[in-house]
């Protein structure tokens, strides 16, 4: 069965339509990703499954079951961003802690938690340190848990990201272009450990970079976008033998 179905996607902000007849199936554990040139609509398509922005016109079934009236933390994914996201304030344990803590309070004790942590009187709930603790070990980050963000690198903020998403174990990951702050060396090094993550946790990856090579590399499966529009769906072999045209071609770098 398909994870994420979604059917005619359509979103425009204000007159300006930046994405039109959008549909796609994401496979049960599949590594989808969603590639194209700067503007096309990757991240405004990404933000719209993760419940971050309200498409126009069309619907989301995530496990079958609609999500367009849910809001994000209601909806079983996690977004990691580019940009990280980490509360600078807080400790890699408290930013990893967060989405499990929000997750089993009620709405009215969430306030005063979130002024608990700020201060640094940690309370934590039985099974959630150990859930921290286990998501660290697993990306070999369990020495940093005590430091603050600006004291990690551009590598060890990302894994904490990553790990802020795998402590929830959400059935369906959202990647908007995780790796596009590291340096070169440092990317092609991630690209394999998220690789090796997408086969050891056995979940859903959808994945948006504007790098071909990373598309080409890591996916199953690759959604070449253009315009607000998918232009080929397909396995990188496919795309790279058979592409629907001279776009595809020229971003794949197919032979002509
Ligand atoms: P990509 O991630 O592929 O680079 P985006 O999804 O960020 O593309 O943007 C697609 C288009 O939508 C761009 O033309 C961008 O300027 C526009 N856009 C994105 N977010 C907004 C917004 N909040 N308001 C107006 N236009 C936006
Ligand atoms: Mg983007």
């Not at 304030?89 to 989405?99: E, R, T």
Request: one cysteine or more.
């Amino acid at each position: 069965m398909a994870r994420v179905e979604l059917e005619s996607i359509g979103k425009s902000f204000g007159d300006t339509a930046v994405l039109s007849g959008i549909n796609l199936d994401v496979e049960d554990g599949e590594f989808l990703t969603l590639v194209g040139p700067s503007g096309c609509g990757k991240s405004t398509l990404i933000r719209i499954i993760a419940g971050l922005e309200p498409q126009t016109s069309g619907r989301i079934r995530i496990d079958g079951a609609p999500v367009d009236d849910l809001r994000p933390h209601e909806r079983r994914v996690a977004m990691v961003f580019q940009s990280y996201a980490l509360y600078p304030h807080l400790s890699v344990f408290a930013n990893m802690a967060l989405p499990l803590t929000m997750q089993r309070l009620s709405l009215w004790e969430r306030l005063p938690l979130l002024r608990l942590l700020s201060a640094r009187r940690r309370r934590v709930m039985p099974g959630i340190a150990q859930e921290v603790r286990s998501v660290a070990a697993q990306l070999q980050i369990e020495p940093l848990l005590l430091r603050r963000p600006a004291q990690l690198s551009g590598g060890q903020r990302q894994r904490v990201a990553l790990g802020r998403a795998m402590v929830r174990h959400p059935g369906v990951f959202l990647m908007d272009e995780p790796l596009s702050n590291l340096d070169a060396k440092l990317r092609v090094h991630m690209r394999s450990e998220l690789t090796e993550l997408h086969q050891r946790l056995k979940s859903t990856f959808v994945y948006v970079t504007h790098d071909q090579v990373e598309a080409m590399t890591m996916s199953d499966r690759v959604a070449m976008m253009d315009a607000g529009r998918i232009l080929q769906l397909g396995t990188p072999a496919e795309l790279y033998a058979r592409p629907a045209n001279v776009t595809v071609a020229q971003f794949i770098g197919s032979p002509a």
